[in-house]
């Protein structure tokens, strides 16, 4: 069945850098999406992503569709406190589903 | 606007108990979906409803039975609780037309099966 992989799994980082991360998948993507889920929270939308080579900014955050459509990058610019949480990626499995990764857990050091 | 409501926000089961978990949504969504995210696992699809009448199985439906009540509502819910079933389940929803959407997630129930 389809899979993503996410990386890393975690990350722990100081304030002030930026962060990247990406997910694959065993198939092709028509869509991608990147959430961000707080302590305690459900995921929260982040970006769309809906066509191959697609570069998407959402404030200090950038995601990019890759060409192969089988990959998806997230960056984080300047990171603050506020960033730390759990990033998943998602692509659609079939009409009315979507498929999750595993998820980057991100830690910011002030 | 409330969006995805979740009832209860945390709940402790002795094994072999049963319980119900609400859903409900007010953005009028034709799709609803059960997630549990178990760590290091991500999100995993339990159950969902396609539009209001149908239910289908996702990828760890065993152990779990799912109520579309109407567009609204979407329950979850367990008959013989075991300490497998120890997660954080997610309700979401999403609407038919906005296919290349995302979901609009609940804020999460935390079962313990002790």
């Known amino acids: 069945g389809q899979q993503l992989n996410q990386s890393p799994q975690s990350m722990f980082i100081q304030e002030g850098e930026d962060v990247s991360m990406n997910c694959t998948s065993s198939?092709?993507?028509?869509?991608w999406l990147w959430y961000k889920q707080e302590p305690g929270e459900g995921p929260v939308l982040l970006i769309a992503l809906y066509k191959a080579g697609e570069l998407t900014s959402n404030g200090r955050l950038t995601a990019q569709f890759g060409i192969t459509r089988k990959d998806s990058f997230l960056n984080i610019s300047a990171s603050i406190p506020s960033d730390v949480g759990i990033y998943f990626c998602a692509g659609p499995s079939g009409t009315y589903k979507y498929i999750f990764g595993t998820g980057t857990r991100l830690k910011v050091l002030a | 606007n409330a969006g995805v409501t979740q009832t209860p926000k945390f709940q402790v089961l002795k094994t072999g108990q049963s319980m119900t978990l609400q859903c409900a949504q007010d953005m009028n969504h034709n799709s609803m979906y059960w997630y549990r995210q178990d760590p290091g696992m991500g999100l995993r699809l339990i159950y969902y409803?396609?539009?209001?009448?149908?239910?289908d199985k996702g990828e760890v439906p065993n152990g779990y039975n799912v109520s579309r009540l109407n567009k609204r509502e979407f329950s979850l819910r367990l008959e013989s609780a075991a300490p497998s079933q120890t997660s954080v389940y997610f309700c979401a929803s999403r609407d038919r037309k906005g296919a290349i959407y995302g979901y609009t997630f609940g804020s999460g129930t935390r079962l313990t099966v002790v």
């Open positions: 198939s092709i993507f028509n869509t």
């Open positions: 409803s396609a539009s209001e009448g149908t239910t």
